[in-house]
């Protein structure tokens, strides 16, 4: 049941670069996605989300776009620090009340110096 | 700023015993989740609760998961007879109502 797909498993961009990390979804009734960043043995951080009405959210160096007629999204860092290095999970929601969160298999980047 | 706090951060139990898993969610929210990462797989949501009871489960919670809200601050999720494939990180988050979810640091659990 793979709703939430990221194809990339890993990418690695060069320090200063801009890192573009991919995510497809199936489910049309999802309606609100979210990027969560994760260390090693730590619980997912929120970066950054997007609702179904928007086709694109900013915040300081990240970015995200929303296609829904492609079912893609996209999350831009601009520009890349090696504090990026981490792995990158979208995720999927309909909008509800405690809404279950439909995770992608993550991309692993690396930003390298 | 408030966080999501889980304890133990690692149990290791044998097959057949029962473990508490505890998460102290943000204080102001008022749903409350568990999500679990088996290794090298994708997070999977598990329960949802708000309001004293369980909002949606997946699959995965059969009859040998419990959660339970005990006092006005923590949220325990129960695995009344540990089997071998529960081994996995176990992701506590909580949500205002918006639909973003904070997650806990995890706790991982492994079963002998």
């Known amino acids: 049941d793979q709703q939430v797909k990221q194809n990339s498993p890993s990418l690695s961009v060069q320090e200063g670069r801009i890192s573009i990390l991919n995510c497809d979804y199936t489910?049309?009734?999802?309606?609100?996605f979210l990027w969560y960043k994760k260390y090693p043995a730590e619980g997912p951080t929120f970066l950054i989300s997007?609702?179904?009405?928007?086709d694109k959210n900013e915040d300081g160096r990240f970015t995200v776009f929303l296609n829904k007629s492609a079912k893609h999204l996209s999350l831009h860092i601009v520009p890349s620090q090696p504090g990026d290095s981490a792995v990158y999970f979208c995720?999927?929601?309909?909008?509800?009340?405690?809404?279950?969160?439909?995770f992608g298999t993550g991309t692993r980047l690396q930003v390298t110096l | 700023e408030p966080e999501v706090t889980q304890t133990p951060s690692h149990q290791v139990t044998q097959m057949g015993q029962e473990v508490i898993l505890r998460c102290v969610p943000i204080?102001?929210?008022?749903?409350f989740y568990w999500y679990r990462q088996i290794l090298g797989q994708k997070v999977e949501f598990l329960v949802s609760?708000?309001?004293?009871?369980?909002?949606?489960k997946s699959e995965i919670f059969d009859d040998q998961f419990s959660v339970e809200r005990p006092d006005g601050s923590n949220f325990t999720l129960k695995i009344r007879s540990t089997k071998l494939e529960d081994s996995a990180m176990y992701f506590c988050?909580?949500?205002?109502?918006?639909?973003?979810?904070?997650f806990g640091p995890g706790t991982r659990l492994t079963v002998l």
């Open positions: 988050a909580s949500s205002s109502g918006t639909d973003t979810q904070y």
């Open positions: 489910n049309s009734m999802f309606d609100y």
């Open positions: 997007i609702s179904s009405i928007k």
């Open positions: 995720a999927a929601s309909v909008t509800g009340t405690a809404s279950k969160l439909t």
């Open positions: 204080s102001n929210h008022l749903y």
């Open positions: 609760f708000y309001n004293n009871e369980i909002s949606e």
